[in-house]
């Protein structure tokens, strides 16, 4: 970790990242006893907000230059397929036309097939897997809500492009009641 002018600069074994500073905040680097410490110039509310982010954002910086981000994003549904070609995943989710979202610079994207058994339906099911992986964890989170937004899941069949380990609220379909 270094200090350039009103940058602080995070390199490990992943990569680098780059943080401009706050005029309202002072970060020093102590090299011998491998302290950051961050401080506010004054007590006041936007000072007191801008010392936890830096703070947070520089935590999260080490971690990604060290162990690195991952979400993992599941597609549920017949028919429904995810590739990852040429610098861009391709989703086959429903619409008449394969959805492309070019993977930003800094990120690694797979898609592969995985079979789950299906909880409490006794067979199983073929479920796209996609992961998104990187050091910035901003970016990571971006990019699979953007993957997400293209098919969220919907509450009837539970169809889409869903978090691994989200829940989705499943709602009754509708039902024919005859009057007479």
Same mark, same amino acid.
């Given at each position: 970790m270094a200090l350039e002018g009103e940058r602080v600069v995070v390199s490990g074994p992943k990569g680098e990242l780059a943080l401009a500073l706050h005029p309202a905040v002072r970060v020093t680097v102590d090299e011998g006893e491998r302290l950051v410490r961050v401080e506010r110039s004054t007590n006041q509310k936007f000072h007191r907000a801008m010392h936890g982010t830096t703070r947070s954002l520089i935590a999260n910086m080490v971690t990604g230059v060290t162990e690195g981000y991952q979400k993992v994003l599941e597609v549920h549904g017949v028919g429904y397929r995810a590739r990852v070609e040429g610098g861009e995943l391709i989703l086959q989710v429903g @619409? =008449?036309?394969?959805?492309? +979202? $070019?993977? $930003? !610079? %800094? +990120?690694?994207? *797979?898609?592969? !097939? #995985?079979?789950? *058994?299906?909880? %409490?339906?006794?067979? =199983?099911?073929?479920? !796209? #897997?996609? *992961?998104? *992986? &990187?050091?910035? /964890? !901003? +970016?990571? &989170?971006?990019?699979?809500?953007? #993957?997400?937004? #293209? /098919?969220?899941?919907?509450? @009837? +069949? &539970? /169809? %889409?492009?869903? @978090?691994? &380990?989200?829940?989705?609220?499943?709602?009754?379909? /509708?039902?024919?009641?005859?009057v007479g």
């Amino acid at each position: 970790m270094a200090l350039e002018g009103e940058r602080v600069v995070v390199s490990g074994p992943k990569g680098e990242l780059a943080l401009a500073l706050h005029p309202a905040v002072r970060v020093t680097v102590d090299e011998g006893e491998r302290l950051v410490r961050v401080e506010r110039s004054t007590n006041q509310k936007f000072h007191r907000a801008m010392h936890g982010t830096t703070r947070s954002l520089i935590a999260n910086m080490v971690t990604g230059v060290t162990e690195g981000y991952q979400k993992v994003l599941e597609v549920h549904g017949v028919g429904y397929r995810a590739r990852v070609e040429g610098g861009e995943l391709i989703l086959q989710v429903g @619409y =008449s036309h394969p959805v492309e +979202l $070019p993977i $930003p !610079q %800094g +990120l690694e994207v *797979t898609a592969e !097939q #995985v079979r789950r *058994t299906a909880e %409490g339906r006794g067979g =199983s099911a073929v479920i !796209q #897997v996609i *992961t998104v *992986t &990187g050091i910035d /964890k !901003q +970016l990571v &989170g971006e990019f699979a809500a953007e #993957v997400r937004r #293209v /098919k969220p899941p919907e509450p @009837y +069949l &539970g /169809k %889409g492009i869903r @978090y691994r &380990g989200e829940e989705i609220r499943r709602k009754v379909g /509708k039902s024919f009641v005859s009057v007479g």
